[in-house]
């Protein structure tokens, strides 16, 4: 029995690790066409030039500095592009945006504006830290589907666990 309910029990934690990869992956927004175009755009700003990379500003998962950088991800896609616009043609004024947007031709400026649409609300920090919690669910999935004991250890560790992941989500919104 101890020999046969390893396998069982990596089969149940494989499977949890695959559905907490596939659920952190999956994000309401991905539907919206994007090229690879505006991936190169933001990695590498384009005509612009690195020093105008969207990245090195708005961050690698598009959430800006939360301070005087906005965030992008998951923006609406005519409207991120209506804004390179409004920056190239100086109808919104300001500086920075003028020198990143105004090497934007239409197609660079809506294939960025998709990309920026497309990328996951969901912070990577978020989907990290939920996957954490994948220990405890196979914990409780051991205990549940395969009868294993549950210890005041096994509690005390998944609570632990589980409490740490609330307190960094609800810190990082
Ligand atoms: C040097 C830093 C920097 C770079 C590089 C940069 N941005 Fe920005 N971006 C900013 C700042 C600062 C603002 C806020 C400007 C303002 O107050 O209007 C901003 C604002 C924006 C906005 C308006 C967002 C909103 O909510 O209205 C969009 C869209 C945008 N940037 C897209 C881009 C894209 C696309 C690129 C790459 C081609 C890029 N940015 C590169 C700093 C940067």
Known sequence: MGACSIPVRALVCSSLVLFAAACSGA???????FTADGQVIAMGGGEGGPSNACFSCHGLDGLG???????????????????LEDYADRLRDDATMYEAA????DDDRRAVAAWYAALPALSA?????VQLSVPAIAAIGGAMLLAEPITPRL???SAAILGGIALTIRKKG
């Open 27 to 33: 994000d309401s927004r991905s539907t919206a066409a």
């Open 65 to 83: 500095d939360g301070v005087s950088v906005p965030r992008l991800a998951g923006l609406d896609a005519g409207y991120l592009q209506k804004q």
């Open 102 to 105: 105004r090497w934007l031709d």
């Open 125 to 129: 920090t978020s989907a990290a830290t």
């Open 155 to 157: 509690l005390l560790a």
